[in-house]
């Protein structure tokens, strides 16, 4: 057995790590994880923001996204999951190269009548959809309204939203018609384990051949050098094994 797996291969001893060893293994290899800078609003009006890297997109047809909020304590779900469930609206934010400093001072506990726009020298935009604002500083924006909240256990708890209205900037826009967008110009960040950040400009392009092709190049049908596309498409189906 190796060193490096020998302490975690073996489920029974994986359901005795506590918590935080938990938490660590599944934040450091579970990565990278977008981070959702989330915007949301409390009964006072008081702006408040904070990251979540437990987050992701579940759907797109209702477009489905969600952030898991690990609670201060019982009765504490911080501002985030407080102002969530009141309101029922949230913007994410994608955390980009240029809001991480932002994102920095929003990670702080600070207490709920704070506005953290002004603590993290960020402005407000407004939604089209929904009155809690967005972040204006951010190269991608999604307007949400909650669906539904699933409670883990005690402390945690999932929000998941439906994305009303999307935000994205023009100048990473390649084509609106089709739907393209340059992933280098956006900067997003992701997150890589504790204090570790990830950028997302070393991009890999690995298309998924035809199931034809992989069919053609086992059977020396298509030398494996060849391009996509076409020369695929005129091999004929595969032989059923
Ligand atoms: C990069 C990063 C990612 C984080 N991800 C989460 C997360 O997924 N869930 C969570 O509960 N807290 C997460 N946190 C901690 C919260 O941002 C922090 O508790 C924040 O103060 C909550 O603010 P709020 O009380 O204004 O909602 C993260 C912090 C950082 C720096």
Redesign the pocket.
């Known amino acids: 057995m190796s060193k490096a797996g020998a302490a975690f291969s073996l489920p029974s001893r994986s359901t005795q790590l506590d918590s935080t060893m938990r938490y660590k293994l599944l934040g450091s290899t579970i990565t990278p994880p977008p981070?959702a800078l989330?915007s949301?609003i409390d009964e006072h009006g008081v702006l408040?923001?904070?990251?979540?890297?437990?987050?992701n997109v579940f759907g797109e047809d209702p477009a489905v996204v969600g952030?898991?909020?690990?609670?201060?304590s019982s009765d504490d779900p911080?501002?985030?999951?407080h102002n969530v469930r009141r309101s029922g609206e949230f913007v994410i934010n994608l955390?980009d190269e240029s809001t991480l400093d932002a994102?920095?001072i929003?990670?702080?506990?600070?207490s709920?009548d704070v506005d953290?726009f002004k603590a993290a020298k960020i402005s407000s935009a407004p939604s089209t959809k929904i009155a809690v604002p967005r972040i204006a500083e951010s190269r991608v924006s999604l307007e949400c309204k909650l669906l539904q909240v699933i409670e883990f256990g005690a402390m945690r708890s999932l929000a998941i939203g439906e994305v009303l209205a999307m935000h994205i900037a023009d100048d990473a826009v390649l084509d609106a018609e089709r739907g393209h967008v340059d992933l280098p110009k956006l900067g997003i960040v992701g997150?890589a384990g504790a204090h570790s950040?990830v950028r997302t400009s070393d991009v890999i392009k690995l298309a998924v051949p035809s199931a034809e092709r992989v069919h053609g190049e086992l059977t020396g049908l298509i030398n494996s050098n060849a391009p996509f596309g076409r020369a695929e498409k005129r091999q004929p189906p595969p032989r059923r094994l």
């Open positions: 981070i989330v949301n408040d923001a904070a990251p979540f890297s437990y987050f952030i898991s909020i690990l609670s201060r911080k501002d985030t999951g955390v994102m920095k929003t990670a702080i506990g600070f709920r953290e997150r950040y």
